[in-house]
């Protein structure tokens, strides 16, 4: 992973050579893009997040436990807690791992940055 002010300096440059108008939103949504995945990564490091994070894991536990095992549960009890899991699921992978969010970031602007060239 290559140094993210390096990389932000990288698309203001590339930003500012473009002519097109579309191209130079394309690049603006990319380093909003990077921005949002900086604070993210930040915010995922905070000891609160990281807190609820493992308190997350642990009820997705429980919710596959019971899905596995109560056999009296409704369909619509089911659905429910399939929802429920989908989202603890969803906010996990919003702050579980400060390090991915980057990378991901980062390859996804590369390529996105190569193809325009």
Same mark, same amino acid.
């Given at each position: ?6 990389? =932000?300096? $990288? #698309?203001?440059?590339? *930003? ?22 900086? #604070? ?9 997040? *990281? ?5 997350? *894991?642990?009820?997705?536990? $429980?919710?596959? %436990?019971? =899905?596995?095992?109560?056999?009296? =549960? ?6 429910? =807690? %399939? ?10 992978? %919003? %702050?579980?791992?400060?390090? @991915? ?14 193809? #325009? @060239?």
């Amino acid at each position: 992973m290559t140094d993210v002010s390096k990389l =932000l300096k $990288k #698309i203001q440059a590339y *930003k500012s050579e473009l002519t097109w108008e579309s191209d130079q939103r394309s690049v603006s949504i990319w380093e909003s893009e990077v921005k949002g995945a900086i #604070i993210r990564a930040e915010i995922a490091k905070m000891d609160g997040i *990281k807190d609820l994070v493992s308190q997350l *894991k642990d009820k997705i536990v $429980k919710c596959n %436990f019971v =899905l596995q095992n109560d056999k009296a =549960l409704t369909i619509e009890e089911r659905d429910k =807690l %399939f929802v429920r899991k989908e989202e603890q699921m969803w906010l996990i992978s %919003f %702050f579980d791992d400060p390090i @991915k969010i980057l990378a991901e970031a980062e390859a996804k602007v590369l390529k996105d940055l190569s193809s #325009i @060239k």
